[in-house]
């Protein structure tokens, strides 16, 4: 188990929290919670050791596109960097209050 830590600055609020996915093989599952701090804290706690460079890719691309202010806890079982951007869209989608892609 591996543990990663990533910190990424933010103008935007999220509105709610949100949690998507499962821990299961292949997949990962996500919490975002708001926050009132000018960035997001993401804690990654992966199943896979040694992917730490792709992690910070996968995370920036995102983040800077959606510089939302939440701390975000994500929990990896070998998951593809397509599932980790679709399930981190899935998130913001739920925080932002669209409830329909929970799941």
């Known amino acids: ?3 990663l830590f990533f910190e990424y600055p933010a103008t935007k609020t999220l509105c709610h929290r949100a949690h998507v996915g499962i821990v299961g093989s292949g997949d ?3 919490l975002m ?3 009132d701090e ?3 804290k993401v804690t ?9 460079k792709t992690w910070a890719k ?3 691309r995102f983040f800077v596109v959606h510089d939302i202010a939440a701390t975000v806890k994500i929990n ?3 998951a593809t960097p397509g599932v980790v951007t679709m399930r981190l869209a899935q998130a913001l989608e739920v925080g ?3 409830d329909a892609l929970k799941g």
């Open 58 to 60: 996968v995370l920036e």
């Open 38 to 40: 000018a960035y997001t």
């Open 1 to 3: 188990m591996e543990t």
């Open 33 to 35: 919670i708001p926050s």
């Open 76 to 78: 990896d079982f070998g």
């Open 28 to 30: 990962l599952e996500i």
């Open 44 to 52: 990654v706690r992966t199943s896979v050791k040694g992917f730490g």
């Open 96 to 98: 932002q209050g669209n």
